[in-house]
Structure formats: structure tokens, C-alpha cells
């Protein structure tokens, strides 16, 4: 079983920053994919950033220019900095690893991230 335990979520203005950060802990294999899901009240849950265990990078096109995630596979964390936030950035945001050779998913609780205007 994977752990997968979210930090940093809160309240800020449009324009402010955030940084989420996910620690990972145990079975994690070598090979897979870190990522940060969110969920908005009343919409279905959409990706927005995920890195690969070689560091390959890919954003929704929303959130391209603004965030940025890194990962450190030495301490197995995902971090994602939110810059620009906008008030449809207001979402639970939840921390995601996929392991590619066993094809399981793993979930994170989530975290609040809310934006005001």
C-alpha cells in the first residue's frame, strides 16, 4: 500500500501564491508518476500537473505558465507552486501516484485551496 499525505492547502487572494506539497510512503516502486488532481464544487475531477519518476512534466492548459511541480524521489515528495492564482483555481486539490508496472492509483486526502477575488 502507498500513503500519500498533502500539506500546504489555504486561503489566498487572486494574484497570490501557494505551494501544495505530498509526501509519499510505502510501496512505492520505482516507476511512477507523481501528480496533483482537483475537484471544484459542482465539476468532476481534472488533472493538472503530473512529473514522471525521470522528471517528464506535462500541465492542463489552464494552469500552464502558473504552476510548476518538482518532485524528489530521494524523500519521494511532490511539490506544486501556484503562482497568478485566480478564483477558478478554488478546488480541492488532491496528491496522485500511479505506479505503471502494477497499473494501481493511489489518492491522497486532499487539501482546500480557495481563491477569492
Known amino acids: 500500500q502507498v500513503q500519500l499525505v498533502e500539506s500546504g492547502g489555504g486561503s489566498v487572494q487572486a494574484g497570490g501564491s501557494l505551494r501544495l506539497s505530498c509526501a509519499a510512503s510505502?510501496?512505492?516502486?520505482?516507476?511512477?508518476?507523481l501528480g496533483w488532481y482537483r475537484q471544484a464544487p459542482g465539476k468532476q475531477r481534472e488533472v493538472v500537473a503530473h512529473?514522471?519518476?525521470?522528471?517528464?512534466?506535462n500541465y492542463a492548459d489552464s494552469v500552464k505558465g502558473r504552476f510548476t511541480i518538482s518532485r524528489d524521489n530521494a524523500k519521494n515528495t511532490v511539490t506544486l507552486q501556484m503562482n497568478s492564482l485566480k478564483p477558478e483555481d478554488t478546488a480541492i486539490y488532491y496528491c496522485h501516484l500511479y505506479n505503471a508496472l502494477t497499473v494501481v492509483h493511489f489518492w491522497g486526502k486532499g487539501t482546500l485551496v480557495t481563491v477569492s477575488s
Open positions: 510505502g510501496s512505492i516502486l520505482s516507476v511512477n508518476s
Open positions: 512529473i514522471s519518476s525521470g522528471g517528464s512534466t
